[in-house]
Every structure is written in structure tokens, then in C-alpha cells.
């Protein structure tokens, strides 16, 4: 569905003018639809039966169902260098040292970035009344699939139809 193209564009903007801790912005956004929203519904069910893990079968449905897909991630996110302690370290930790299911550890004001963008970008969703859910196994999936260049990501699926498809579960 076009529409949703455009709700999913205007999404990206919301998240990207969502305000930033020092003025620093390093979310980055990503678009997913069509052919590539198939695979990546897909591949979420065999990366739940590869792992064990629960529930990404669940959710990949629901992907597959869903006819946009926003992607929302942090890309090279530098500590903020207030050494406040959030992230568990005395001083500001050294980012991106770990890698698991995402690039780890984070500092906690850019993981407010993020959040605060995520917020800003389902607003805008509600606003224009199109269903959706934020999903942290389609960031799983889409990262190991390449789908957006970001060391932690969550997904935002789509949907506009008579009753949402993200509610009974």
C-alpha cells in the first residue's frame, strides 16, 4: 500500500528531528517493504528456530503480514561523556566493543536518543491512525540480514486494515 510508504517516510522524519542529547545524532533509519519485508518474515522464524528463541515466529507473522516496515537504529553512537554511571561503568564506556544480537554496550542517553526517536516516529503513525508495533526481534533479523548498516536496531511493522493485526497475539 503506497500510504503507508508515506506514513513509514514520514516516520523517518519524526525520528530523525527527534531531539538528541548533546545535539549529536547518530539514529539512522531504514524503509522495508515488498520483497525485502517477505524475506526478513522469513528469515525471523528461522533465526527463532535456529536460536531457540521464543517468539520470533510469532512476530515474524506479523511482518509478513504488515505492509511497511520502519527500521530505527543507532549507527557509531559515541558515549556522551557525562560519567554518570547508567551504563554500569564509572566512566564513559567505550561503545561498540561487544558484539552479540546488537553491538554493545551503548551509552544510556544515546539509547534515549533512539527511544525518544521511536516515540516520535509511532506518534506520528497514531496521528495518521495506522496500526503498529515496536518489535526488538525484527531488529535482530533485519541486522544479521544487512537490511540497515546500525550496531542496534528496533523495528516499527505497519498495518492498516479493520482491526490491528498487532493486537491479539
Do not use: W
Not at 533485519?142 to 523495528?155: F, N, P, Q
Amino acid at each position: 500500500m503506497n500510504a503507508l510508504r508515506t506514513v513509514a517516510e514520514l516516520m523517518a522524519i519524526s525520528a530523525r528531528t527527534a531531539p538528541k542529547a548533546a545535539g549529536k545524532d547518530f539514529v539512522v533509519t531504514e524503509i522495508i517493504e515488498g520483497d525485502n519485508l517477505a524475506r526478513l518474515a522469513e528469515k525471523m522464524v528461522e533465526f527463532g528456530e535456529r536460536t531457540g528463541k521464543k517468539n520470533f515466529d510469532r512476530d515474524g507473522a506479523n511482518v509478513r503480514d504488515s505492509d511497511a516496515l520502519l527500521l530505527i537504529g543507532l549507527k557509531d553512537a559515541k558515549a556522551v561523556g557525562l560519567n554518570c554511571g547508567a551504563c554500569g561503568f564509572d566512566k564513559c564506556l567505550k561503545p561498540n566493543t561487544h558484539e552479540g544480537e546488537f553491538k554493545g554496550p551503548q551509552c544510556a542517553y544515546r539509547l534515549l536518543d533512539m527511544g525518544i526517536a521511536i516515540g516520535s516516529a509511532v506518534k506520528t503513525a497514531s496521528l495518521l491512525n495506522v496500526d503498529n508495533r515496536i518489535m526488538y526481534r525484527v531488529g535482530v533479523v533485519a541486522r544479521e540480514m544487512g537490511l540497515i548498516d546500525a550496531d542496534y536496531v528496533m523495528g516499527i511493522p505497519l498495518s492498516a486494515t479493520g482491526k490491528s493485526i498487532y493486537f491479539d497475539r
